[in-house]
């Protein structure tokens, strides 16, 4: 079974930027979708971004012009670029894979932005 590892969260002040990577622990089918999802304290987990392998991308207006979507298929890992965090933006973010209709995910990342 396909193993997701987030990393890259942590403590950061507003107006800030993290990078996420989410490395798969093995190759990933090239028919994959692969993406962000994040769940503040509280509330329920909600969709970020997310990005097939052939390119597309797809981003929550929550995310459009702060979040950045990438894909590195050689690699089998995902990146989300945060910049000019918010203290909203404190949450648990999940990597997400679906791969012929089945889902997967990592065990999430805390990113926690100070005001």
């Known amino acids: 079974q396909v193993q997701l590892v987030e990393s890259g969260g942590g403590l950061v002040q507003a107006g800030g930027s993290l990078r996420l990577p989410c490395a798969a622990s093995e190759r990933i089918s090239i028919i994959s979708e692969m993406g962000w999802y994040r769940q503040p304290p509280g509330k329920q987990r909600q969709f970020l971004a997310s990005?097939?392998?052939?390119?597309?991308?797809n981003d929550a207006d929550s995310a459009k012009g702060r979040f950045t979507i990438s894909r590195d298929n050689a690699e089998n890992t995902v990146y989300l670029q945060m910049n000019s965090l918010k203290p909203e933006d404190t949450a648990v973010y999940y990597c997400n894979l679906k791969v012929l209709g089945v889902n997967f995910w990592g065990q999430g990342t805390q990113v926690t932005v100070s005001s």
């Open positions: 990005m097939s392998s052939s390119g597309t991308t």
